[in-house]
Protein backbone atom coordinates (compact mmCIF):
# COMPACT_ATOMS: atom_id res chain seq x y z
CA UNK A 1 0.00 0.00 0.00
CA UNK A 2 2.67 2.28 0.77
CA UNK A 3 4.39 1.52 -2.86
CA UNK A 4 1.00 2.90 -4.44
CA UNK A 5 0.58 5.87 -1.81
CA UNK A 6 4.29 7.06 -2.40
CA UNK A 7 3.68 6.32 -6.92
CA UNK A 8 0.33 8.60 -6.21
CA UNK A 9 2.50 11.16 -5.03
CA UNK A 10 5.17 11.51 -7.52
CA UNK A 11 2.48 11.53 -10.39
CA UNK A 12 0.68 14.25 -8.56
CA UNK A 13 4.03 15.90 -7.88
CA UNK A 14 4.95 15.32 -11.79
CA UNK A 15 1.93 16.84 -12.71
CA UNK A 16 2.14 19.75 -10.76
CA UNK A 17 5.81 21.00 -12.05
CA UNK A 18 4.17 20.46 -15.67
CA UNK A 19 1.38 22.35 -15.30
CA UNK A 20 3.77 25.03 -13.61
CA UNK A 21 6.02 25.13 -16.07
CA UNK A 22 3.82 25.77 -18.93
CA UNK A 23 2.10 28.80 -17.46
CA UNK A 24 5.22 31.42 -17.55
CA UNK A 25 5.31 34.69 -19.06
CA UNK A 26 6.67 35.55 -22.72
CA UNK A 27 7.94 38.48 -23.90
CA UNK A 28 7.01 39.17 -27.45
CA UNK A 29 9.00 41.99 -28.99
CA UNK A 30 7.22 43.40 -32.10
CA UNK A 31 8.98 45.13 -35.39
CA UNK A 32 7.70 48.33 -34.55
CA UNK A 33 9.90 48.25 -31.11
CA UNK A 34 7.22 47.32 -28.30
CA UNK A 35 7.36 45.07 -25.74
CA UNK A 36 4.19 42.67 -24.82
CA UNK A 37 4.13 40.74 -21.64
CA UNK A 38 1.83 37.75 -22.00
CA UNK A 39 0.16 35.80 -19.44
CA UNK A 40 1.31 32.14 -20.37
CA UNK A 41 2.77 31.21 -24.20
CA UNK A 42 0.81 32.94 -27.19
CA UNK A 43 -0.89 30.36 -29.13
CA UNK A 44 -0.28 30.73 -32.74
CA UNK A 45 -3.07 30.00 -35.47
CA UNK A 46 -1.29 29.13 -39.12
CA UNK A 47 -4.37 29.42 -41.02
CA UNK A 48 -5.09 32.71 -40.05
CA UNK A 49 -1.14 33.98 -39.50
CA UNK A 50 -2.37 35.36 -35.77
CA UNK A 51 -0.92 35.29 -32.69
CA UNK A 52 -3.29 35.25 -29.61
CA UNK A 53 -2.20 36.14 -25.89
CA UNK A 54 -3.83 36.89 -22.74
CA UNK A 55 -2.06 40.35 -22.16
CA UNK A 56 -0.38 40.71 -18.41
CA UNK A 57 -1.27 44.31 -17.40
CA UNK A 58 -4.49 44.33 -18.71
CA UNK A 59 -5.52 40.46 -18.28
CA UNK A 60 -7.29 41.05 -21.93
CA UNK A 61 -6.87 38.04 -24.85
CA UNK A 62 -5.82 40.11 -27.64
CA UNK A 63 -4.48 38.89 -31.27
CA UNK A 64 -1.42 40.37 -33.32
CA UNK A 65 -0.55 39.75 -36.72
CA UNK A 66 2.68 37.76 -36.60
CA UNK A 67 4.48 39.24 -39.83
CA UNK A 68 4.39 42.12 -37.06
CA UNK A 69 6.31 39.83 -33.99
CA UNK A 70 10.08 40.14 -34.22
CA UNK A 71 10.54 37.48 -31.60
CA UNK A 72 9.15 35.63 -28.51
CA UNK A 73 10.95 34.22 -25.07
CA UNK A 74 10.50 33.50 -22.20
CA UNK A 75 10.94 35.22 -18.93
CA UNK A 76 12.47 34.28 -15.92
CA UNK A 77 9.91 34.52 -12.83
Request: glycine share 6%; hydrophobic share 35%.
Amino acid sequence: MEKHLLLATAFAAAALFTVAGCSSDQAVRTTDGKTIVTDGKPQVDDDTGMVSYKNAETGRTEQINRDQLKNMSELDN
